[in-house]
């Protein structure tokens, strides 16, 4: 008799929460007596479709956890890492659950934080995603596409060379250059070279070299580059503060010497490529606009790039530049400020560049994920440059309904917009934790919002018409 009411319970309550989504799952077992709640609970996990946590749905994720622990919380790349998504515990079982909003293609890292100290792996999602710190849960909602060029194909990966305690007479140090050769190298064959800061985490967390096999397969006629992957020694000073010039100088005066020294390349700057993320971003950027006669080409993922490399590029001729940009939507917010103003310096000065906004995190997920896309399009000369229009966002296609915002950080104020269609369009504007702040009529699709009242913060916004939904973040900063 246990067994068939336990089944009956899974019956009840397993076809709400397949049917009409988690939240519906939620009001069924809270309205059920507190002595009943667990039984439910245990069916719950052990039926989780697909046998894994987070449970993913249209318009975001149920983060679910079953045990004991005085508090849990999320940490990731959507609470910019602190521990305050904070779950709840379900009176009656040992299940904790939070609600999390965002975009259908989202790709997030994170961790669950116990006990208010203890950072761990979310235990029933086996994807993770590598970074400097170790591996983190991956949250990929269901209109991500996973990048098949990561993986292990099988495929020709090219030569690794490596050159041991080289060393920098600018510096005073030395360090381990590793150069990849790409598959279908000939010795003495004129090669374009990709200089790759970070270089070691490319060719680990970033799989440099599997996009590359990936890429020499998928495209036979595309003259891959040889890549010089150096790695920093002091990678905030190189790259960002007190020893960014000699860095820069280490790189155009000794390595690149070396570099010609060993393998035939191209003398046209034009071939020569400075790739990084982050602060190694930083540092392309300073080479692009110090040192033009050393490198024409930028794949910047992820960039911080302070006003003065900016300027530096402005002095430039648009002529001699090609730049392929990219951020998360999650990213930093330092790094999200100084990239859109040099998108529209790009625009403005008429650089060919390529600009991609993501919905992901300051993450190794996002770079290895963009690696082929950055490097297709600064080595395709003959690919059409795209016309000035905000970052391409992935997943949205034209039978999507979508959601504008600009501009996006805003101050007070930011216009809100949907393409035009019949019917009337409602918004609602929810906070970071899903509480409902505001609600409008916004007539035919065109709104602005004030939001002199709300502190600064990340926001959500929805919108409906014709029962078709819409869904984006802003950022409000005062």
């Not at 911080?304 to 648009?318: C, V």
Request: with cysteine.
């Amino acid at each position: 008799m246990k067994h068939l009411t336990l089944l009956l319970l899974c019956l009840l309550f397993w076809a709400p929460l397949r049917a009409q989504g988690f939240a519906e799952f939620l009001t069924d077992l809270l309205g059920r007596p507190v002595g009943e709640r667990q039984a439910v609970v245990d069916s719950l996990f052990a039926h989780l479709p697909g046998g894994e946590t987070p449970i993913r749905e249209a318009d975001g994720a149920w983060f679910i956890w079953r045990g004991t622990a005085s508090s849990l919380a999320v940490a990731g790349d959507m609470t910019g890492w602190s521990p305050n998504l904070s779950l709840t515990l379900i009176a009656g079982t040992n299940l904790w659950e939070r609600h999390f909003l965002c975009e259908a293609d989202a790709r997030l890292d994170y961790k669950l934080v116990r006990n208010g100290s203890e950072w761990i792996l979310d235990p029933l999602n086996p994807h993770t995603c590598s970074g400097g710190f170790g591996p983190n849960s991956e949250l990929a909602m269901p209109e991500y596409v996973q990048p098949q060029e990561i993986q292990n194909l099988g495929l020709p990966n090219g030569t690794l060379v490596s050159w041991p305690a080289f060393y920098s007479p600018q510096l005073n140090n030395t360090r381990t250059i590793q150069i990849l050769l790409p598959p279908g190298y000939q010795e003495g064959q004129a090669r374009p070279v990709c200089v790759v800061h970070d270089g070691s985490e490319y060719l680990t967390l970033g799989s440099l070299r599997n996009v590359v096999a990936w890429l020499a397969d998928q495209h036979p006629n595309l003259e891959l580059p040889i890549f010089v992957c150096v790695p920093p020694v002091n990678r905030t000073a190189e790259y960002h503060t007190t020893q960014q010039d000699l860095f820069a100088h280490f790189i155009v005066d000794t390595v690149l010497p070396a570099v010609r020294a060993q393998w035939a390349t191209y003398d046209d700057p034009a071939r020569w490529i400075s790739l990084g993320a982050s602060d190694g971003g930083n540092i392309s950027t300073y080479l692009l606009g110090h040192f033009p006669a050393a490198f024409g080409r930028g794949v910047l993922m992820s960039p911080y790039i302070p006003a003065a490399n900016r300027q530096a590029l402005a002095q430039l001729s648009p002529d001699s530049l090609r730049v392929y940009l990219n951020w998360g939507s999650y990213d930093i917010e330092d790094i999200i400020q100084t990239s859109e103003p040099c998108v529209a310096l790009l625009e403005e000065r008429g650089v060919p560049h390529l600009a991609r906004l993501y919905h992901e995190g300051h993450s190794w997920g996002l770079w290895r994920a963009t690696l082929d896309e950055g490097l297709l399009y600064i080595l395709e000369a003959d690919t059409a440059v795209p016309p000035a229009l905000p970052p391409a966002e992935r997943g949205a296609g034209p039978e999507r309904l979508e959601l504008r915002a600009w501009p996006n950080p805003f101050n007070s104020q930011v216009q809100l917009e949907l393409p035009p269609g019949p019917g009337r369009t409602r918004l609602r504007i929810f906070d970071s934790a899903g509480r409902l702040c505001e609600e409008h009529d916004a007539g035919g699709g065109r709104f602005i919002w004030e939001a002199d009242a709300l502190p600064s913060g990340r926001y959500w916004v929805e919108g409906v018409r014709a029962g078709r939904r819409a869904l984006t973040s802003v950022t409000l900063l005062r």
